[in-house]
């Protein structure tokens, strides 16, 4: 049984800018239960991305430890590279939808195929990928391939094929920046109807003070408090 679908606690980030190091964050811990949603927050390059990419096993913290849906990652205890990188790479085929800043889509797929190349990875049913493409308003779109469409039709795909795996833990970058305002104001709502509906966690990256208003807390990378 797991106690929450992701835990945090004690992480550590550095870059270096020539010989100097610049430290992202320190000592930051969160915990996020079933059905909670969280905002990152924060000026741009507080981290918000870093921390995303941390809590999915695409970037390693320089210490800390990272719990999520049944699986411990621990930077103080020597593991076998490949093996971490399989266990990652499981939970974000089956059960971490990651939504990037920009549409990481298969570009000799068409969007339809893209989704249900993502839907089969995670062991969820074809039948509803066409419907998603159709509620976030390109489902006209769905034989096209990726060079064939626009940016934030990109991206709309790219939500489709997460909201298609129907995950536990959704960790989103920005997701609708590239989108017009009306267009976003739909796929947040796609979204959080998505958490309520499934009762998945959420972890969304935004500057924009409303959305992140939408969520039941936030994280402030700036100043690291949460509210």
Do not use: Y
């Amino acid at each position: 049984m797991v106690d929450s679908l992701l835990r945090a606690r004690g992480l550590n980030k550095q870059f270096r800018s020539g010989n100097e190091p610049v430290q992202v964050f320190r000592d930051l811990s969160l915990r996020l239960d079933e059905g909670d949603s969280l905002a990152l927050t924060g000026r741009s390059g507080s981290g918000k991305s870093t921390l995303l990419n941390i809590l999915c096993g695409l970037e390693k913290p320089d210490a800390g430890l990272v719990e999520v849906l049944g699986e411990t990652f621990d930077s103080r205890k020597p593991e076998v590279p490949a093996k971490n990188e399989a266990r990652w790479g499981n939970l974000r085929r089956q059960r971490i939808g990651v939504v990037f800043q920009e549409a990481n889509l298969m570009p000799a797929l068409s969007l339809l195929d893209n989704v249900r190349f993502r839907a089969r990875l995670a062991g969820q049913s074809e039948e509803e990928c066409q419907d998603w493409l159709e509620r976030l308003g390109i489902g006209e779109l769905a034989d096209r391939f990726p060079d064939q469409v626009s940016g934030g039709q990109r991206q709309r795909a790219a939500l489709a094929m997460v909201f298609a795996m129907k995950p536990a833990l959704i960790l989103a970058d920005e997701p609708t920046g590239s989108l017009d305002r009306q267009t976003a104001e739909a796929v947040i709502g796609q979204l959080f109807e998505l958490q309520a509906r499934h009762g998945c966690g959420l972890i969304l990256a935004t500057h924009d003070p409303e959305l992140a208003a939408r969520c039941g807390r936030h994280l402030d990378l700036g100043h690291l408090s949460e509210t």
